[in-house]
């Protein structure tokens, strides 16, 4: 069923005045690679994660990007890594893992132990997809509760099959592999699906302009954000993908089709959140 608006605007109600940043969570983003520092990617993510509402963001990286990331940290916290991945993650209610990442050894092996050991709200993303393509039994055991978040071409890796036959039937593919794996699917595109194997939304917003490198970053961040202070259920993240489209409708609407980039979706969340409230 098609997902709108005004079926999520009790997601997006006005704050108690009494409230602090520890009711709205803490949310985690872990990415990043020496070929792609992500200095700016990593810190717009993250902004995209306060702005999205959470009330804490730590970016998680190598510790060897630290002099590169740092200059870009603003509300949020840095932890450069070393071997302790449980303090890393420790507290941390949403966590958004993969982009920019690489594929590694160790990365494959952070990327197994985080399924297996964290119990929040995990969000897989570019390249935490590509491992977990070829050990996808690493789902069977896992304790977190999973938001897999791929493009066609990197569900056609999750499936193995090729990308026309998923873009023929996206619901079905969708709704088969998140019921097999028990996790949650938002299959992007201008016709996004989100799927947990018993119910699914469609979010028909197709935006041009979002078809830019590092869109899916925002969205990640977008989501890591919204789902440290929201449950765990399809409408959730179906509500995250609509803040998304909306916040990079207002930003083509200003910059145009050709000329936005990831960065301006950032910019015009706040206005989406009021237009999704119903407020000028």
Known sequence: MNLEIKDIKDLFKARDSLANKGNFGACGIFGGSINYTGSVKLATMACAAMRSGAGKCRIIIDKDLTSAITPYILEETLWPLDNDLDKAIINIDSLAIGMGWGISDKNK???????KNYQGILIIDADGLNILAKNLNWLNDTKAKVILTPHPKEFSRLFNINIKEILDNPINYTMNFAKKYQVIVLLKGARTIVADGNNYYEVNMPV???????????????????MAYNKYNIKSVAAGAILNAIAGKKAEDKYTDIAMVAHDTIECIPAAIKEIRGER
Not at 208 to 226: M, Y
Request: proline residues 4%.
């Open 208 to 226: 041009p302009g979002l078809a830019t490198a590092g869109s899916g970053d925002v969205l990640s961040g977008i989501l890591a954000g919204f």
């Open 109 to 115: 092996e952070m990327l197994e132990y985080i399924l």
